[in-house]
T-cell receptor
Framework: GESVGLHLPTLSVQEGDNSIINCAYS??????FIWYKQESGKGPQFIID?????DKRQGQRVTVLLNKTVKHLSLQIAATQPGDSAVYFC?????????FGAGTILRVKS | EAQVTQNPRYLITVTGKKLTVTCSQN?????MSWYRQDPGLGLRQIYY???????DKGDVPEGYKVSRKEKRNFPLILESPSPNQTSLYFC?????????????FGPGTRLTVT
């Protein structure tokens, strides 16, 4: 069946280092992906998105890479800060719904 | 300020006692949706609405009802809650098309059914 999933449930990084969060998807026809950040006690917040006609998209301190050959996308956070500690979800926009992966916990060590 | 509000934020109830979780958005969005979040499963869609009086089932609709009488409100109704509906619930809204950058989520409602 269709799914969007993550390789690592928890990622611990040192403050100032770069973080890479990975996500795999199974439907090769998928064409729009979004990364969300969820802080404790809050709903998911949009970080960055990418369409299948792109391989890379950059935002402020974040970059999303899409590898359609292996159906994999990643979120890179540069110079990770304590405020980046949260659960990160990749999601696929499937028209009338978002299909979420299970999430990755990012812990930033000071 | 653009926002999605949910009430209550926390609720503990007993099996079979009907409850409603309200959701309201102030952005004049056509699309609204309910998700539940369970550990290790991410968020799963319960119901969605494309506009007033237009609702449809998501992936896990059993045991839930919704209504969309007004554009801004999209309540989630549990007619006879059961313990397996203990979860964290999120309401979301967006313009039609569900573009990621314009999808807003509410703060969540943590429901416990005993």
């Amino acid at each position: 069946g269709e799914s969007v999933g993550l390789h690592l449930p928890t990622l611990s990084v040192q403050e100032g280092d770069n973080s890479i969060i990975n996500c795999a998807y199974s439907n090769s026809a998928s064409d729009y992906f979004i990364w969300y950040k969820q802080e404790s006690g809050k709903g998911p917040q949009f970080i960055i998105d990418i369409r299948s006609n792109m391989d890379k998209r950059q935002g402020q301190r974040v970059t999303v890479l899409l590898n359609k050959t292996v159906k994999h996308l990643s979120l890179q956070i540069a110079a990770t800060q304590p405020g980046d500690s949260a659960v990160y979800f990749c999601a696929e926009n499937k028209g009338n719904k978002l299909v979420f992966g299970a999430g990755t916990i990012l812990r930033v060590k000071s | 300020e653009a926002q999605v509000t949910q009430n209550p934020r926390y609720l503990i109830t007993v099996t079979g006692k009907k409850l409603t979780v309200t959701c309201s958005q102030n952005m004049n969005h056509e699309y609204m949706s309910w998700y539940r979040q369970d550990p290790g499963l991410g968020l799963r869609q319960i119901y969605y609405s494309m506009n007033v009086e237009v609702t449809d089932k998501g992936d896990v609709p059993e045991g839930y009802k919704v209504s969309r009488k007004e554009k801004r409100n999209f309540p989630l109704i549990l007619e006879s809650p059961s313990p397996n509906q203990t979860s964290l619930y999120f309401c979301a809204s967006s313009p039609l098309g569900l573009a990621g950058s314009t999808t807003y989520f509410g703060p969540g409602t943590r429901l416990t059914v005993t």
